[in-house]
Structures are given as C-alpha cells and as structure tokens.
C-alpha cells in the first residue's frame, strides 16, 4: 500500500479541495484495478478498508476526482457511470454482451479528433473514442457455442 498512498499524496485537487482520507482510498481503489467500476463497486471495495463510509461519501469523492482531472468517468448510455483512472489518451471498449469496459490504446501519434470532419468553427473540448462488440471472452464464448438452425 505504500506505493498506492504515493498516489494519493501527489495528487492536487485543487479549488480548495485537499486529499482526504476518504478521497485517497477511493483513488487508491481506481489506482489499484482498471477495471472501470461504478460508483457502488467503488463502494464496496472502499468498504473493506474503510468500514464507516457511506455511499454518498465515495459519490463525493468520485465527483470531487473527477472535476480536479484526477480520475475520468465513463458514460456508456444509460448505464450507472463508471471510472477510470488511466488518464493517458485512450477510448472505451464497451462488451454488448457481458458490459465490460477496457481501456483500448490509440496508435502512437494517432489523433482521433482529426478522424472527423467538424463543423466550420467548431471548438473540440473533449473527445471521446468508443468501440463496441463483444469482449475477447464472450467471443470466444459466442464462437463455441453451435450456430441455431433455422
């Protein structure tokens, strides 16, 4: 865990906000797995080590990081947000079947944003790459199972 509180220590929120208690095991959590967790999984790990926070708190926490920059969230649809820690530039994969989210790298010097064709007079604030289809798993799943008849 001493490498994870190093984490936690350097990161500067910023606005007044300071790196609780609270704020650096909910980091720690995103830090420690990319997994892509909702708020509630985030809950349920920050509770192993940290028995007395509540729900609400770790939503705190989650808006908190995600404002200062620190941690991203991850909007698949109308499905519960999920977080990511990896803050290098990358997209979503998002599995149909089994509702994993993966971090899927861009190509060294690949820019997405001139992929498409904007407006005349367009600001690009954020963009954002997601891919969807079926994980590595399910697919291999989908593939062994016999084809239906018709």
Known sequence: MA?????????????????????????????EHQDHPTATEVFMRVKERMPTISLAT?????????????????????EPSRFCGNLSPHGHFHCEECGTVLDVQLREGA???????????????????AVRGQCPKCARKRKSEPSPSC
């Open 3 to 31: 490498a994870n509180s190093e984490w936690g220590n350097s990161i500067k929120l910023g606005d007044g906000h300071r790196m609780t208690p609270q704020r650096r095991e909910v980091y720690e959590v995103l830090m």
């Open 58 to 78: 770790v939503y705190n926490c989650l808006d908190t990081l995600s404002g200062a920059g620190c941690i991203i969230q991850v909007n698949v649809d109308r």
């Open 111 to 129: 820019q997405a944003s001139k992929a498409v064709k904007l407006p005349r007079g367009a600001v690009v604030e954020r963009f954002e790459v």
